[in-house]
Each structure stands twice: as C-alpha cells, then as structure tokens.
C-alpha cells in the first residue's frame, strides 16, 4: 500500500521542480523582467510592388529598419502589383502600409478611374520621385513617343501606377492604347526580358533612379538602350488630371550608353496608410525611419530624396495624425 500512496507525491514534486527551473530560466534570460510578455510583437505588413522595381526593395528595407528597431513591432513586406493594388489592400485593412504614386493614390481617395469607391488612406509620408521611362532599343527605329503607333508596347504590370500613368502618356500623344498599340501589361523586369528577347518594342515604367531592371538591360552587350523624351506631354496631363505631375529629368549618368539626359514626367510616390491606423503607430514608425536613415539609404539610394522637407511636399492626400504630429514635433508644417 505504501508503494500506491508514495508515488503521486513524487510525481508532483517533479511537475512542480520542471515548472520552478522553467520559470527560473526565463526570468535569467529576460534579465529579471517579464514585461514584454503582455506585449506579443504587433505583426504588419507593408504592400510595395514587383521585384524588379524600386518599391520592393524600398520596403523591404523600411520593413527591416522598423523590425529591428522600433520595440514590439515587425514589419513584412510583400510583393504585389503595386500601386492600384496597394491602395486596394490598404484601404481593405489588408495592409498596413502600402507604396503609391500620388496619381493614383488620389484616383483611390476620390472613387476615381480604377476604383469605383472611395477609399480610406492617407499619407504617412512622400518617400521620392518617380520618373517615367519609356524605353525602347536603337533597332527598333524609334525616335519618340509618337512613333509607337502601330507597335508592340507594355504599359506596366495590370494594377500597377505604371499603367495609370502609361495610359495617360499615351492619351496625350494621341494613341489610343486599345487601337493604335499591340498592347502588352508586363512588369519592369518582365519587359525588359520581353525587349531584350524582340517579343516588344518598347515599354513603359515609373519608378525610381536607377532601376535595377533598366540598368541590366542598359548593361547588356550588343544592345543600345534609348529612352524616349515626353516632358512635352506635361501641359496636357496637367490640364486634365491637375498638377500631380511636374518635369523631372533622367541624367544621361543614370544608365550606361546614354549619349543625352532625358526630359521626361514626374510623379510622387506616398508612403499610405488606413485612415483608421493608430496615430501612435505612425508617429513612431516614421520616427524609426528618421532616425535610422543611413540605413535605408544603405539599402535604396532613393532614401536620399527622405527629407524632412521633401516628405511632406507633394501629396494630394491629407497627411495621418500620427504623421502630422511626427513633423510638427520637427518643425515642419504640413
């Protein structure tokens, strides 16, 4: 009998010295406190664009600069179709943070063209310019924009800012996209295989300097890369959709093989969130990329255009509270 009643009482001594020497080595690891384990990290995601672009790599690198430093908070980013469809999932509350190009951002925002409602995004902060590259190869015998009449064209990625803007481009020059073009929808990387390999003759694609698709293809041997100027389409664009675009030029530094700069249409590309996110959120994120910039520069030359007074210029969406907060703790009036 003895034997029956004893080995309970062992069995819960040893239940009871696992738990304590568990308890124990947990408290040492966390150097005596357990505060963190009421907070479990805050996942979000940050919806940026195709691989071979600017917006990927831009958020990935937000994404890691905010996971590592910004207490409780890890970041992903994912690859999407980029602009229409990051104004999409972030008004959805499928995304936290999203990359936009002021155009469509404000086409999202007012329930205009792509979107048949209006969505609720503001912007966190404008992160840089995007310039339009219409790109084509010497052989192709084209000279400008109006030559692509009759050709093989990608307007970028379906969903993507690109194709808002490409479509647009080629409304000004007179080219309707649907009649005058045999039209192709590919992304950066995709159609510069596609014009490397003859299958198109040019194509469109707005995005940062450089662009890491672009610069591969001005790199490859026995291809003369041409980008086409079409700042003279500017007072059209302007006309019709107001003045979210404005002139920038592509330095003929930018891209091996480039004889001459290029004046071509400029847009801002927003950092955009859900009307609803919290201001905290926001505040501390943005303060998170300030103050560990060289980082994201590391990572993306085009964190350079990252200012305090460039981030808040250009957006025709009002700014979130919590971004409105950070820049007026800075100084800057937005």
Request: hydrophobic share 40%.
């Amino acid at each position: 009998m003895s034997s029956k009643t004893t080995q309970p009482a062992k069995e819960i001594s040893r239940r009871q010295f696992l738990a304590a020497t568990a308890a124990l080595g947990g408290w040492a690891l966390l150097g005596g406190s357990l505060a963190w384990a009421a907070t479990p990290k805050q996942s979000l995601t940050i919806a940026t664009g195709g691989t071979g672009g600017v917006y990927y790599p831009y958020g990935g690198g937000i994404a890691a600069v905010v996971s590592k430093n910004l207490p409780g908070v890890e970041v992903t980013a994912e690859v999407t179709a980029a602009s229409v469809d990051n104004c999409k999932l972030v008004g959805a509350g499928k995304s936290d943070l999203g990359f936009c190009m002021a155009d469509t951002a404000y086409d999202a925002f007012a329930g205009l063209g792509k979107f048949k409602n209006k969505l609720p995004l503001a912007t966190v902060a404008v992160l840089y310019a995007s310039y339009m590259h219409v790109v084509t190869v010497a052989d192709k015998g084209i000279k400008g924009v109006a030559d692509l009449r009759g050709k093989t064209v990608s307007t970028g990625a379906p969903g993507s800012g690109t194709e808002v803007k490409a479509l647009r481009v080629l409304e000004a020059y007179g080219i309707n996209p649907d009649k005058d073009i045999k039209r192709d929808r590919l992304g950066a990387s995709e159609s510069g295989g596609a014009l490397k390999d003859n299958k198109i003759d040019a194509f469109f694609w707005d995005g940062g300097v450089p662009t890491a698709s672009i610069m591969d293809l001005a790199a490859t041997p026995g291809l003369t890369m041409l980008l086409l100027d079409h700042a003279d389409c500017l007072p059209k664009l302007t006309e019709k959709y107001g003045p979210v675009y404005f002139p920038k030029t592509i330095s003929k530094e930018v891209y091996m093989g480039q004889k001459q700069d290029v004046a071509v249409a400029g847009v801002g590309n927003l950092l955009l969130c859900n009307q609803k996110a919290k201001p905290e959120l926001i505040h501390d994120i943005l303060k998170t990329m300030f103050e560990h910039h060289a980082d994201l520069v590391a990572i993306h030359k085009e964190a350079l255009s990252l200012t305090f007074k460039d981030a808040v210029v250009g957006s025709p969406l009002p700014f979130h509270p919590g971004a409105v907060k950070f820049f007026q703790e800075k100084g800057v009036k937005v």
